[in-house]
T-cell receptor
Framework: AQSVAQPEDQVNVAEGNPLTVKCTYSVSGNPYLFWYVQYPNRGLQFLLKYITGDNLVKGSYGFEAEFNKSQTSFHLKKPSALVSDSALYFCAVRDRGAGGGNKLTFGTGTQLKVEL | KAGVTQTPRYLIKTRGQQVTLSCSPISGHRSVSWYQQTPGQGLQFLFEYFSETQRNKGNFPGRFSGRQFSNSRSEMNVSTLELGDSALYLC??????????????FGPGTRLTVL
């Protein structure tokens, strides 16, 4: 079965500093990986995805993620954090499921707090 | 383009009742998935519908059911509500083209409270 792990419940970073939110995965076959962000009382917003190709994926709001096959990791990064980036971040892997199609398996989430 | 809409946004029910939640996907999206989000269990997949057929199902009891209409709108139903069903229920739609690589777009969710 596919799974993802987010080892940090919370990450604190000062505004202007680089941020990293960690994710490792376990899949059979090629991994299709996603990052989503959730603000309070909101649904999830798509940030970026890795399907194939370049290991560095660029996404929305200045976020990027680095796919590392040997370490089975897909860490989310941003060169300079903003206070407005404070939110809950989820890593997910797509599982085609027995019926094909789409099914996302999510990590437990990492709360990012960016402080002035 | 309008996003995924879910109604109602908030619901309060009592144990034993049943509830129906509605989801309207982004125009042109044919796949609709449902997820349950709780503090204890996190985000868990309920089921996915594509062209009015259930294509995938998560590990939830039969009290949880869904359907999809010809216009891709979807409903999920929970019968005989239990306290543990209190959660944020999220609907997501996807283009679901032949590549299978499309991301899912989520609605704001329906917050269900069971008393």
């Amino acid at each position: 079965a596919q799974s993802v792990a987010q080892p940090e419940d919370q990450v604190n970073v000062a505004e202007g500093n680089p941020l990293t939110v960690k994710c490792t995965y376990s899949v059979s076959g090629n991994p299709y990986l996603f990052w989503y962000v959730q603000y309070p009382n909101r649904g999830l917003q798509f940030l970026l995805k890795y399907i194939t190709g370049d290991n560095l994926v660029k996404g929305s709001y200045g976020f990027e993620a680095e796919f590392n096959k040997s370490q089975t990791s897909f860490h989310l990064k941003k060169p300079s954090a903003l206070v407005s980036d404070s939110a809950l971040y989820f890593c997910a892997v797509r599982d085609r499921g027995a019926g094909g199609g789409n099914k996302l398996t999510f990590g437990t989430g990492t709360q990012l707090k960016v402080e002035l | 383009k309008a996003g995924v809409t879910q109604t109602p946004r908030y619901l309060i029910k009592t144990r034993g009742q049943q509830v129906t939640l509605s989801c309207s996907p982004i125009s042109g999206h044919r796949s609709v998935s449902w997820y349950q989000q709780t503090p204890g269990q996190g985000l868990q997949f309920l089921f996915e519908y594509f062209s009015e057929t259930q294509r995938n199902k998560g590990n939830f009891p039969g009290r949880f059911s869904g359907r999809q209409f010809s216009n891709s709108r979807s409903e999920m139903n929970v019968s005989t509500l239990e306290l543990g069903d209190s959660a944020l229920y999220l609907c997501a739609s996807s283009l679901a083209d032949s590549t299978g690589y499309n991301e899912q777009f989520f609605g704001p969710g329906t917050r269900l409270t069971v008393l």
